[in-house]
T-cell receptor, first 113, second 112 residues
Framework: DTGVSQDPRHKITKRGQNVTFRCDPI?????LYWYRQTLGQGPEFLTY????????KSRLLSDRFSAERPKGSFSTLEIQRTEQGDSAMYLC???????????FGPGTRLTVL | DAKTTQPPSMDCAEGRAANLPCNHS???????VYWYRQIHSQGPQYIIH???NNETNEMASLIITEDRKSSTLILPHATLRDTAVYYC?????????????FGQGTELSVKP
């Protein structure tokens, strides 16, 4: 069990640029979640996958955000035309279906200048 | 999923028990209480969960009142490494997707 990994850990970009983050879940976990966390707030749910199917998306996930999990293993979260309000920590978590415990990665901190 | 209320911050002396309260007065019968914590610059970490009965594991104890409207997370011998934000989350067993709805949590500072 190597844990959930995320890459990159930090990303600084200019407003209007596109960015992509990667999450590698624990290998046998079929569920994968994305959250966003701004300073001083708890994590906010964005979306989740069961295997390769994206089963739920939050209203927070605007049209500029897209997430994929093409082979049911790693996932990517892309933000197009970034805005300063997108600056946040993006967290990934994974679990087995029906399991009570979720395992979170260390997050990717995005700063939009 | 029911809403939870936690104090924004608490202090605890190193070596003493830390008792973190959570109010979930609108909890329904099939909703579980979960606790996660988040150490600075890390992702959240699962601590414990329960439905009705008190629970204990290697990290903490969870005490749920008989009416289930509140609970307390107990760290029996707090260390400096327990300094973190602690989140109390209520999640329905019908929540098939398993997503967690976080509040603002309690920032626990363990002091020497």
């Amino acid at each position: 069990d190597t844990g959930v990994s995320q890459d990159p850990r930090h990303k600084i970009t200019k407003r209007g640029q596109n960015v992509t983050f990667r999450c590698d879940p624990i290998s046998e976990h079929n569920r994968l979640y994305w959250y966003r966390q701004t300073l001083g707030q708890g994590p906010e749910f964005l979306t989740y996958f069961q295997n390769e199917a994206q089963l739920e998306k939050s209203r927070l996930l605007s049209d500029r955000f897209s997430a994929e999990r093409p082979k049911g293993s790693f996932s990517t979260l892309e933000i197009q035309r970034t805005e300063q309000g997108d600056s946040a920590m993006y967290l990934c978590a994974s679990s087995l279906e029906g399991a009570n415990r979720k395992y979170f990665g260390p997050g990717t901190r995005l700063t939009v200048l | 999923d029911a809403k939870t209320t936690q104090p924004p911050s608490m202090d605890c002396a190193e070596g003493r028990a830390a008792n973190l309260p959570c109010n979930h007065s609108t909890i329904s019968g099939n909703e579980y209480v979960y606790w996660y914590r988040q150490i600075h610059s890390q992702g959240p970490q699962y601590i414990i969960h329960g439905l009705k009965n008190n629970e204990t594991n290697e990290m903490a104890s969870l005490i749920i009142t008989e009416d289930r409207k509140s609970s307390t997370l107990i760290l029996p011998h707090a260390t400096l490494r327990d300094t973190a934000v602690y989140y109390c989350i209520v999640r329905s067993a019908d929540n098939q997707g398993g997503k967690l709805i976080f509040g603002q949590g309690t920032e626990l500072s363990v002091k020497p």
